[in-house]
Each structure stands twice: as structure tokens, then as C-alpha cells.
């Protein structure tokens, strides 16, 4: 029998600078979607910002007959078969805001690998904004946000994205795996020394989505990208005061810092620096989502060269570390890394004092 027609109908706007309109165009006419504009800086000559193309961007949906609204940035590159893996989304959470993109080092990339590991769609997004390159709302939703931007002062749309949600209560969620990536241009609102940010996990042939989103753990082991601190974050209590050192936690947990340390430097040649915070982490989220996913771990090895896995794997090193070791050249070691952080992962599923609750 075949399966009935979408009832979403889509519209999208580009939000740009008028220099970079050509950028823009390329993401506009790779969409697919009929009902789909330009949106540029009204004030050009104006400082860095997104708020203001984006508040042009998210005001573009009145001017379409659609039921959701898509804003997307103009340093972006869609996945094949884009529309129809978009009105998935669509079927699974039609009153959600949903992302379809999260950069590789944020705290919703974790949960994002966790979902393509434990089979779930869709995470909620625990960053303290709302990733915005592309940005998915029902058609009233985006007219609304157009207008709380208009007056939401400063120069970025991604928090004022999510205090603009928070407020309304809508659930903002971040589609795994991700159908949009982030392409290495200058940053529209002045991100740059940010170091590369892609996608946690790129479907680059499009995806199909179940309805489930991924249960946040209590505890969220998280490599800081800005400092190299390797932290284990309470989910319901995310404050920088709250983080605690993995190395610590671990201990807790019953593994040593020697026999960490002995570990990492049998699997990545050294004990310390940037690849030990990146091993400490690894260990932590095996025993996490160990207590949480009964038995994923001891899959992942047989599951790695399985597309989504490798890819949310891969990212893992480049994401946490992009500005303390080159990310292309972790990129390029992902044959070597993958494997090392199972390893991590494995050891960490394997712990038993003090399990993480």
C-alpha cells in the first residue's frame, strides 16, 4: 500500500548579507522547496549580526501559504532528497522548533551520538541556545518569532531563538541524524574564532525519522572545545559552578588515573594533554550510556562501519578539539581514533563502583 502524501507544506527563507547573496542563492536553489526567499540584512552597513537577518527571515513565513517555516543561514549545504526528510521531521513533531543542524562540540552533539547509537530521532537541544542555521517552526510560530526578534537587543539569534521557545514552552529539539552541514565561511555573525563547526552527524543522503526523543541522563560527560577541560555535567543543574572534573568522577566510578593514563597513552601515544581529556571523556560516556542503554556498548564495534555510527563517532575528536589540534587531521585519523575510543567506551561500560545514576 503506499504510504499517504505529507500534509506538511514547507516555505524557507535564506537569511544573508547582500555580499554574500551568492553563497545564498547556492543554498536556495539546492532546497527543493517552491515557497523559498532571500532574506538579507535590512541595515548591511550595521556591525555583525544575525538577529537582524534572522528577524527578516522568521517574518518571511507570513507571506506563504505553508504549515511550517524553515530559516536557514547562507554557510550551509542541505542533504539529498532534503524536502521529503524534512516533512518526516514534520509528521514525527509538527508543533516542535526543530534543528536540523548541531556543530560537532556542543553539548547536544553528545546527546546527538547517543541517539545514533540507542535508535532515536530526535534530541532536545541542552546548549544555551538554539542552533539556527537551520531552524524549523510551524508557519505562526516562526511569524512570532519574527517579531519577539525585532526588538530582542544584541546581535545573535541563537539565544534569542531559545529564550523567544522557552518562554512560549515549545520543545526544541535537534533532528538526528542532522540534514543540514556547515559549510568554512566566514561566520555571518562574527563566530570565527570558534574554529570549524560541523555537523555531529551529516546525512548527506537524506534520512527517515521515528517519533522517539532521546531521554537525557542525569549526567552528561562533556569536553569543553573552548578549554580543553574534560567536565561531567547534572543535566538539571547545568551551571559552570556544577561541573565537575571527569578524572575525578571517574574515580568515583573505580577507575585509577594511573591506569587511565597508561591506557590512553597504549592506545593514542600519551597520557596527558588535549588526547587524554579526549580519552577520559570517551570512558565517562561508555559508562553513562551503559547504565542508561543497556548493551549499546559492547555493539559499537560491530556497528562502526555502519554510516551514521561512523560519522558520530568520527566527530567526536575533531569537535571537542578543534582549536587545540588541527580538526582536519583528526578527521583524517578517524580510522585510527574510532576504534581507540570504543576502547575508551568499552572500559568505561565496564565500571562498576559507584555507577552513574
Request: charged fraction near 20%; aromatic fraction near 6%; hydrophobic fraction near 45%.
Amino acid at each position: 500500500m503506499p504510504k499517504p502524501l505529507s500534509s506538511a507544506v514547507l516555505s524557507a527563507s535564506v537569511m544573508t548579507h547582500p555580499r554574500r547573496s551568492r553563497h545564498a542563492r547556492r543554498v536556495l536553489d539546492s532546497l527543493g522547496i517552491a515557497d523559498a526567499a532571500l532574506a538579507p540584512d535590512p541595515e548591511p552597513e550595521g556591525p555583525p549580526s544575525s538577529l537582524r537577518a534572522s528577524q527578516a527571515a522568521f517574518s518571511d513565513a507570513a507571506r506563504f501559504d505553508s504549515t511550517h517555516h524553515l530559516v536557514l543561514q547562507d554557510d550551509v549545504r542541505v542533504c539529498a532528497d532534503f524536502p521529503e526528510s524534512v516533512r518526516g521531521i514534520v509528521e514525527r513533531h509538527p508543533g516542535a522548533a526543530v534543528s536540523l543542524f548541531v556543530e560537532w562540540g556542543s553539548r547536544t552533539a553528545y546527546l546527538a551520538r547517543w541517539a545514533v547509537l540507542a535508535g532515536s530521532g530526535a534530541v532536545p537541544v541542552i546548549n544555551p541556545y538554539m542552533p539556527t542555521p537551520a531552524l524549523l517552526l510551524p508557519r505562526d510560530l516562526a511569524v512570532d518569532m519574527g517579531r519577539f526578534m525585532k526588538d530582542a537587543g544584541g546581535r545573535s539569534d541563537d539565544r534569542a531563538a531559545l529564550r523567544f521557545l522557552r518562554e512560549r514552552g515549545v520543545p526544541a529539539l535537534t533532528a538526528v541524524p542532522n540534514l543540514v552541514e556547515h559549510e568554512d565561511l566566514p561566520s555571518l555573525k562574527g563566530n570565527d574564532g570558534h574554529g570549524i563547526r560541523r555537523s555531529v552527524c551529516f546525512a548527506a543522503e537524506g534520512a527517515r525519522f521515528d517519533g522517539t526523543v532521546l531521554d537525557v541522563p542525569p549526567l552528561l560527560p562533556f569536553l569543553r572545545w573552548n578549554t580543553c577541560e574534560a567536565v561531567v555535567i547534572d543535566t538539571a543543574h547545568d551551571v559552570p559552578g556544577a561541573h565537575r572534573p571527569t578524572l575525578e568522577v571517574l574515580g568515583e566510578w573505580g577507575a585509577g588515573p594511573g591506569e587511565l593514563r597508561r591506557a590512553c597513552a597504549d592506545r593514542l601515544g600519551t597520557g596527558s594533554g588535549p588526547l587524554f581529556a579526549l580519552w577520559l571523556t570517551a570512558v565517562a560516556l561508555g559508562a553513562v550510556q551503559e547504565r542508561h542503554w543497556p548493551g549499546t556498548v559492547a555493539r559499537l564495534r560491530e556497528r562502526s562501519d555502519q554510516p551514521l555510527v561512523r560519522r558520530a563517532l568520527a566527530s567526536l575528536a575533531p569537535g571537542a578539539l578543534r582549536v587545540f589540534l588541527d580538526p582536519d587531521r583528526l578527521a583524517e585519523r578517524s580510522a585510527h581514533l574510532v576504534p581507540a575510543l570504543i576502547t575508551a567506551m568499552e572500559h568505561g561500560s565496564g565500571l562498576t563502583a559507584s555507577r552513574p545514576a
